[in-house]
């Protein structure tokens, strides 16, 4: 039988009373692990995220606070939509300032899965489309200066 291990607490239970807490004991190590280089190479990547959470707190005392997502199913990213140039899998990370009952979204970054490059996505419209573009970050092929709020 495969285990069923969640991220709450009741699949994790569920799993133990069917004898596989091993199993899931693992998976919960290996999606902490992805989250922590994920954040890592965002960090080193886009270290204006600091100053954004920074400045969050600095404005609003302490009423809100910078908020990151992240989505550990991996996504193939073309640059600009399906059919153009293939850039690789990538995990989603969003950005967003939480607030106690609403949120508000900052950006979404994609961070690739050998965990050394990161992408900005970025949405574009025209007349009555809309579409996206990544974008790389830092010294891989472009450089895209984001300004501190």
């Known amino acids: ?3 069923v291990c969640g991220s709450d607490d009741s ?3 569920t799993a133990l009373a069917f004898g596989e807490a091993e199993e899931c004991t693992q998976n919960a190590k290996t999606r902490e692990d992805t989250i ?3 954040s890592d190479c ?3 990547q886009m270290p204006e995220i600091d100053d954004w959470a920074a400045y969050v707190d600095l404005k609003n005392d302490g009423q809100a606070y910078l908020y990151q997502t992240y989505d550990l199913e991996t996504e193939e990213v073309y640059k600009d939509g ?3 140039e293939y850039l690789g899998e990538y995990y989603s990370v969003h950005v967003s300032e939480m607030w106690e009952d609403h949120s508000v979204s900052w950006s979404t970054f994609y961070v690739s899965v050998n965990f050394d490059k990161v992408l900005w996505k970025d ?8 579409f996206e573009v990544y974008t790389f970050i830092r010294g891989v092929e472009k450089f895209v200066v984001l300004s501190k709020p």
């Open 36 to 38: 922590v280089k994920i």
């Open 11 to 13: 699949e994790i239970s």
């Open 123 to 130: 949405m574009v419209g025209l007349a009555d489309s809309e």
């Open 1 to 3: 039988m495969a285990a």
């Open 42 to 44: 965002l960090s080193e």
């Open 82 to 84: 399906a059919g153009s």
